[in-house]
């Protein structure tokens, strides 16, 4: 299997010539980078050719790199049924340079690319409705970026009185508490709440 991986993954690397910046094949399974300006191409490429025919998309998503200039990498997976093979294809990209939109060679790709768009804040341009899919109207952020606070930014909550949800700041509602990492081979040199009903050895 990784074999005929390696030979495809060299097959759409000759046929794409640059566009193609790397491929490999990993717990078979593989995986090809490309320039992000090429995107539309390689995956008409992907879905059309004979030896391919990956016409199924199954996710479209992204990493969150922050210590990099080109921060996030965005990653799609696709599916061969013909050939019953998946093909990993990734590109970098930065918070303000648009991805082409791959809707129109993969007519499903149209949720995907907003959900990386609203979890991410990975732009992608020509996309015929670039706004947020999961989260609320009027949410800050991108909550899967890495320098996304744990606790967000506001919490919802459906008031009764006023009969709508209402958005009210961030308040932890307990002190964060000291915990005593023990190690349990060593045990503790005071008696535990209980151990002193214990018999004595």
Do not use: C, H, N, Q
């Given at each position: 299997m990784s074999q005929t991986l390696e030979e495809?993954?060299?097959a759409i690397a000759d046929a794409l010539g640059d566009r193609v910046t790397a491929f490999n094949v990993a717990h078979r399974e593989l995986s090809i980078n490309v320039r992000c300006t090429d995107i539309v191409e390689v995956a008409a490429f992907l879905r059309d050719d004979p030896r391919c025919l990956f016409w199924c998309i199954v996710d479209i998503t992204?990493?969150?790199?922050?210590?990099?200039?080109k921060r996030f990498d965005v990653v799609y997976h696709l599916l061969s049924p013909k050939w019953n093979r998946r093909i990993r294809v990734k590109l970098e990209t930065d918070e303000v340079?648009?991805?082409?939109?791959?809707i129109g060679v993969y007519r499903g790709a149209d949720w995907f690319e907003r959900e990386t768009y609203d979890l991410y804040g990975v732009l992608f341009g020509d996309h015929p409705d670039?706004?947020?899919i999961l989260t609320d109207y009027g949410f800050e952020g991108h909550p899967?970026?890495?320098?996304?606070?744990?606790?967000g930014f506001?919490?919802?909550r459906w008031d009764d009185d006023l009969k709508r949800v209402v958005y009210d700041p961030v308040r932890l509602t307990q002190?964060?508490?000291n915990f005593e990492f023990l190690s349990p081979w060593?045990?503790?040199?005071?008696v535990l709440p209980g151990d002193e009903k214990a018999k004595p050895q």
């Open positions: 495809l993954g060299k992204a990493v969150d790199r922050p210590g990099r200039d340079t648009p991805v082409p939109s791959i670039m706004r947020r899967l970026r890495k320098d996304f606070p744990l606790t506001v919490e919802v002190e964060f508490r060593e045990g503790v040199d005071y």
